[in-house]
C-alpha cells in the first residue's frame, strides 16, 4: 500500500542524495549507517519505556532505505551485493524495532504483550523469508494483508502517539493486530506458492 508513495518520498530526499554523492559518500556506508540508527533508536529507547523518542530516531533513518537506492541508481552503481545488503540489513532493522519492544514490555512485567511482540517479530520475518525463499525457486510470493513497509509505519506511528498521549491500549491492539496479520500474510504467501507449484505439475 505504501509503495505509491514512494515517488512522493524520492522527490523530498533526492537533494541530500546528491550532497551525499558529491561528498563521496556511497550507498552501502548509507545502508550501514542507516541499519544502525534503526537499532541503536530501538535497542536504546523502547526497553526504557522512551517510545516517542525512539520512534523520532528511528524515523529519521528509516529514510536511508530510500536514500542509498536513489544513490545507487543515480550513480549507476547498483549490484546483487547492494540489493542483497540493504534486504538483509532491512531484516536486522525490523528485528531491532519489534525486539526492543518484546524488552518494552518483558520490563514492565507484560508477558502476555511481550509474547505478542515477540510473534509480530517472528511472524513479519517469517513473511519476509517466504518471498524470498519463493523467488529463489522461480516463483512469486509478494502481496499479503500486510507487507513490511505497512507494519513498519504502523508500529512506528502508534507506538509514538501512544507515548505522547499516555494511551498504551492503542499500542497492545495494533501490535496485536499486526501479529495477526502478519500471520495471516504468511497463510497467503504459503498457499499462493501451493498454487504455482500445483499449476506447475499440471502443466508437466
Request: charged share 15%; aromatic share 10%; net charge positive.
Amino acid at each position: 500500500m505504501l509503495n505509491r508513495f514512494r515517488q512522493f518520498w524520492t522527490t523530498i530526499i533526492s537533494p541530500i542524495a546528491n550532497l551525499l554523492l558529491r561528498l563521496g559518500v556511497s550507498a552501502d556506508a548509507v545502508t550501514l549507517v542507516g541499519t544502525a540508527g534503526v537499532c541503536a533508536g530501538a535497542l536504546v529507547f523502547f526497553p526504557r519505556g522512551e517510545l516517542w523518542i525512539g520512534c523520532l530516531v528511528i524515523t529519521a533513518f528509516v529514510f536511508s532505505d530510500l536514500i542509498d537506492g536513489y544513490m545507487a541508481r543515480t550513480s549507476g552503481t547498483s549490484s546483487k551485493w547492494g540489493s542483497y545488503l540493504d534486504s538483509t540489513l532491512d531484516r536486522l532493522g525490523d528485528g531491532a524495532i519489534f525486539g526492543g519492544l518484546v524488552l518494552f514490555y518483558a520490563r514492565s512485567g507484560d508477558d502476555w504483550m511481550s509474547g505478542i511482540a515477540l510473534w509480530a517479530l517472528v511472524m513479519g520475518a517469517t513473511t519476509s523469508y517466504a518471498r524470498a525463499k519463493a523467488e529463489s525457486l522461480g516463483l512469486q510470493a509478494s502481496g499479503g494483508l500486510a507487507e513490511r513497509a505497512d507494519r513498519l509505519v504502523a508500529v512506528l506511528v502508534i507506538a509514538f502517539f501512544a507515548d505522547v498521549l499516555n494511551l498504551p491500549i492503542l499500542l497492545k491492539v495494533v501490535l496485536t493486530l499486526l501479529a495477526v496479520a502478519s500471520t495471516i500474510t504468511v497463510v497467503q504467501r504459503t498457499l499462493s506458492v501451493h498454487r504455482q507449484v500445483q499449476a506447475e505439475r499440471g502443466v508437466r
